[in-house]
C-alpha cells in the first residue's frame, strides 16, 4: 500500500468535500465535456506524481529533492480530492474508460478524439521505470525522481492547457491554469536541480 503522510491523506479529504460543496452551485456539464475528460485524465496523471514524489519521500537521500517531492505531493493530493469532488458532484465516473484524451478532438491537441483515446498519456512512467525508483540507493533516488518527475510535468502540459483555454466550467478552467502556472516553475527547478547533479533530461515519450 503507498505511504502518504497524514498531513496529504487530509488534504484529499478536503478537497473531495470542497467538491461536494459545489453540487448545488455547479451546473453539471454533459458526460463526455472537456471538464469530464480533463478531471477524470488529470488524476490520473496526478495519482503517479503522487506515488513518485512518496518514494522519493520514503528513501531519497538530498533534503532540496524530498522538500521538493514533498511540495509536489501535498499540491498534487489536494488537487485529486478536489477533481474527484467536482466529478463525484456531477455523478461522473471518477477514472476515465476506454482510454485516454478523447476529450482533446475538435482540434484542441494533438493526442486527441481526431487519432482516437491514447492507452497511455504521454510524460507517464512505466512499471520497469517505477520499480527502479523504488529499488534505487538513496543518491541514485534522487536523481531518477527529478528526471521522471520532470517528464511526467512536460507530458502533462498539453492537456493542462487545452484545459485552461476550452473547459467549460471557470472554476475548472482555473485550476488547469495553476497547475500549468505552478508545473512550468517546478519543471525549471526540476532542470536546474539536474543540471546542478549533473544528470541528463529524459527524452518525452
Given at each position: 500500500?503507498?505511504?502518504?503522510?497524514?498531513?496529504a491523506?487530509?488534504?484529499?479529504?478536503?478537497?473531495?468535500g470542497?467538491?461536494?460543496?459545489?453540487?448545488?452551485?455547479?451546473d453539471?456539464?454533459?458526460?463526455?465535456?472537456?471538464?469530464?475528460g480533463?478531471l477524470?485524465?488529470?488524476?490520473?496523471?496526478?495519482?503517479?506524481?503522487?506515488?513518485?514524489?512518496?518514494?522519493?519521500?520514503?528513501?531519497?537521500?538530498?533534503?532540496?529533492?524530498?522538500?521538493?517531492?514533498?511540495?509536489?505531493?501535498?499540491t498534487?493530493?489536494?488537487?485529486i480530492?478536489?477533481?474527484q469532488?467536482?466529478?463525484?458532484?456531477w455523478?461522473?465516473?471518477?477514472?476515465?474508460?476506454?482510454?485516454?484524451?478523447?476529450?482533446?478532438?475538435?482540434?484542441?491537441?494533438?493526442?486527441?478524439?481526431?487519432?482516437?483515446?491514447?492507452?497511455?498519456?504521454?510524460?507517464?512512467?512505466?512499471?520497469?521505470?517505477?520499480?527502479?525508483l523504488?529499488a534505487?540507493?538513496?543518491?541514485d533516488?534522487?536523481?531518477l525522481?527529478?528526471?521522471?518527475?520532470?517528464?511526467?510535468?512536460?507530458?502533462?502540459?498539453?492537456m493542462?492547457?487545452?484545459?485552461?483555454?476550452?473547459?467549460?466550467?471557470?472554476?475548472?478552467?482555473?485550476?488547469?491554469?495553476?497547475?500549468?502556472?505552478?508545473?512550468?516553475?517546478?519543471?525549471?527547478?526540476?532542470?536546474?536541480?539536474?543540471?546542478?547533479?549533473?544528470?541528463?533530461?529524459l527524452?518525452?515519450?
Open positions: 500500500m503507498r505511504w502518504l503522510p497524514l498531513g491523506v487530509l488534504l484529499v479529504a478536503v478537497g473531495v470542497f467538491g461536494f460543496l459545489l453540487r448545488g452551485d455547479a453539471p456539464p454533459a458526460a463526455g465535456l472537456i471538464d469530464v480533463f477524470q485524465d488529470m488524476s490520473v496523471h496526478h495519482d503517479q506524481a503522487v506515488d513518485m514524489a512518496a518514494t522519493e519521500l520514503t528513501g531519497g537521500a538530498d533534503p532540496a529533492v524530498k522538500n521538493l517531492a514533498f511540495d509536489i505531493l501535498t498534487q493530493q489536494n488537487q480530492g478536489r477533481m469532488g467536482w466529478l463525484t458532484a455523478d461522473e465516473p471518477l477514472l476515465p474508460t476506454g482510454g485516454h484524451m478523447a476529450w482533446m478532438g475538435g482540434g484542441h491537441g494533438s493526442h486527441g478524439a481526431a487519432h482516437g483515446p491514447v492507452a497511455t498519456m504521454p510524460g507517464m512512467a512505466d512499471a520497469t521505470e517505477l520499480a527502479r523504488r534505487a540507493t538513496p543518491a533516488r534522487d536523481v525522481f527529478l528526471q521522471l518527475m520532470l517528464r511526467h510535468h512536460q507530458g502533462g502540459a498539453e493542462l492547457a487545452v484545459g485552461a483555454e476550452h473547459a467549460e466550467t471557470g472554476y475548472v478552467r482555473d485550476l488547469a491554469r495553476r497547475m500549468s502556472a505552478t508545473q512550468s516553475a517546478e519543471s525549471e527547478l526540476l532542470t536546474d536541480m539536474l543540471r546542478q547533479r549533473g544528470a541528463s533530461v527524452p518525452l515519450r
